[in-house]
């Protein structure tokens, strides 16, 4: 799948705050009709659908916890940090390309993807800016198996994803 990044920057410019208070139906990863309980966490609130599940560690042991697209970064020192996969399906595989559009509460456009050997994702667009601290960033995974997404140069902030092949 090729992104158009222009559709897809636009179509994605509304704020991800207001995207899960939305949270309408398109068929991408499953999104569901009903509206969440909650919108984004404070510092000290964690999110009703994240609650109990683990955060993500090195080596995907566990991988960053996924609910309806949603990811919870694993952060420190009253950062937070969430995203929303845009993907052809449930599951995240080797050579197709992801949209991530992320949400932090004390960083920018900083992103790296890096895989289990090493090397970084082949960024197809992006960061782009979609308003206060929100970003979007197109990539290409080329291989399967944990990846780690880091976003900030302080090692606060990350994500850790499972790739298939």
């Not at 950062?79 to 595989?93: D, F, N, S």
């Amino acid at each position: 799948m090729v992104f158009d990044t222009h559709r897809h920057v636009s179509n994605t410019t509304r704020t991800l705050s207001r995207w899960w208070n939305e949270r309408t139906t398109d068929g991408v990863l499953g999104r569901d009709t009903s509206p969440p309980a909650e919108t984004w966490a404070s510092a000290t609130t964690v999110p009703e659908r994240f609650a109990g599940l683990a955060l993500g560690q090195a080596g995907c042991a566990p991988p960053s916890p996924i609910v309806q697209s949603e990811i919870r970064g694993t952060t420190s020192d009253g950062i937070e940090l969430y995203a929303l996969l845009i993907a052809k399906g449930p599951v995240i595989r080797a050579h197709d390309e992801v949209k991530i559009v992320w949400r932090i509460s004390a960083g920018g456009p900083l992103v790296s993807a890096t895989s289990p050997l090493g090397t970084p994702a082949k960024v197809t667009f992006g960061p782009v800016a979609h308003g206060g601290d929100e970003w979007g960033i197109g990539y290409v995974f080329d291989e399967p198996g944990c990846w780690h997404l880091q976003f900030r140069s302080d090692n606060r902030a990350h994500i850790w994803l499972v790739i298939e092949p």
